[in-house]
């Protein structure tokens, strides 16, 4: 089989890196429409796609980011986490674990699908890290139980032009 053929099967995404990352605007956990667009122009990007809020792999993925947020800041980078939980879900599990960076609701799954890919029939996104530099383009894919070690994502993270 090609490997779009099992993507699509697995609900992953045929996404690679090279490829220009999908442009979205999503609700932040305070309501805030957050573009990724808009994001890239301040530095680079990780977005943290995890599969549901208080479930220990996604406590674990986002609490590794939080401890670690100091080197992807040193970057001149930002990480935002992103799940198909509800805005109010995300304002909570951000809350709870001092995240000091902003969870997306992806409600409906839309950007989920286009990056990580879904969980057949349960619809959450799969466990994915992309690393995008400021010219858009996916620089870092780290996939499944990998994803919760947030250091090949931040070791792949460009640092912002212009800074250094």
């Known amino acids: 089989m090609t490997a779009s053929i099992v993507a699509l099967l697995l ?4 996404l690679k890196v090279g490829d220009v990352a999908p442009d979205f605007i999503l609700p932040d956990q305070d309501g805030k429409a957050v573009s990724l667009s808009l994001a890239l ?9 995890y599969p549901k809020a208080f479930t220990p792999g996604c406590i674990r993925q986002n609490s590794n980011f939080r401890d670690r947020f100091a080197d992807v800041s040193r970057k001149g980078a930002q990480i935002f986490g992103i799940s198909v939980d509800s ?3 995300q304002r909570k599990f951000k809350a709870e674990y001092r995240l000091p960076y902003p969870l997306l609701s992806d409600a409906d799954g839309k950007v989920a699908r286009a990056y990580s890919g879904t969980v057949p029939i ?20 780290v996939e499944g139980s990998a994803a919760i070690d947030p250091n090949d994502a931040i070791a792949a993270c460009p640092v912002r032009k212009g800074a250094g």
Do not use: H, Y
């Open 11 to 14: 609900g992953a995404t045929a």
């Open 41 to 49: 122009k301040s530095g680079p990007v990780i977005l943290a796609f």
């Open 87 to 89: 805005i109010e879900a």
């Open 122 to 141: 349960v619809g959450v996104a799969n466990r994915a890290n992309f690393v995008i530099g400021q010219d858009g383009r996916i620089s870092q894919i």
